[in-house]
């Protein structure tokens, strides 16, 4: 394994078919949520897709997240929170970051704020820079 996802890489990866990048990969168990959510954004808020595509994507997430490995937190909560306030980010973002140190990822994120505080401790890549170099 060498690819710790986040929803943002998880989603933009899906939209785009590139399905064979998760062969290599794991997520947190929050990305669920997130991915749902940005899928319900999508649909809901900003009318970027119809219904049908929205169920469409939440199919594909969910064979996606059925197939790869999923990491939690738990028993973690304490050194995720450090993390969260010292690097100033999200404990969600703090969750992917901790996943990806603790076991040697490189965290795939589409978050560029994520990727800028990431990069001082992980090897990080864009869904868009993974394509380039699993190609």
Partial sequence: MTY?????????LV??????????????????????????KEHHLLRKIDRESALTL?????????AIDTYSIKGFEEEVFNLALKEEVT??????????????LTLVTDDI???EK???HVKTLTSK????VTT
């Fill in 118 to 120: 990431a990069k001082k």
């Fill in 91 to 104: 404990v969600y973002d703090a969750s992917y970051l901790h996943l990806a140190m603790k076991n040697g």
């Fill in 15 to 40: 939209k785009k078919g590139f399905l064979n990048a998760f062969s290599q990969g794991a997520t947190a168990d929050l990305a669920i949520y997130e991915a749902l959510n940005a899928v319900w």
């Fill in 129 to 132: 820079e993974l394509k380039t």
């Fill in 58 to 66: 939440v199919e594909v997430l969910h064979g996606v997240l059925n």
């Fill in 4 to 12: 710790l996802f986040d929803a943002s890489s998880l989603v933009n």
């Fill in 113 to 115: 704020k994520l990727m």
